[in-house]
């Protein structure tokens, strides 16, 4: 069954040719803390206590929500995107 289609989308911002402000705001994290951190918030809204990570032969992270199903390891982009489609789902 394919994913709920998410009612948010995302639009080009008009550009005016002028500049526009950021944040630095988090921007101290490494990529891997960042994954991990919205990991670690989507599994407290879903109430899963644990996500499960393997280290790959070549170094590479894989991770699994505990959920007591079958352990079935991803990349941290893939992982978010599956916990983000179950909240979603609820």
Request: hydrophobic letters at 35%; one cysteine or more.
């Amino acid at each position: 069954m394919p994913a709920p289609k998410p009612k948010a989308r995302i639009v080009r911002a008009a550009s005016n040719g002028r500049t526009f402000s950021t944040s630095t705001k988090n921007t101290g994290m490494s990529q891997r803390e960042t994954l991990e951190a919205i990991m670690l918030n989507l599994a407290d809204h879903l109430g899963i206590d644990e996500i499960l990570k393997r280290t790959s032969a070549r170094g590479s992270d894989f991770y699994c929500p505990n959920t007591g199903g079958a352990a079935i390891y991803q990349s941290a982009t893939n992982t978010i995107l599956e916990m983000s489609q179950m909240v979603l789902k609820r």
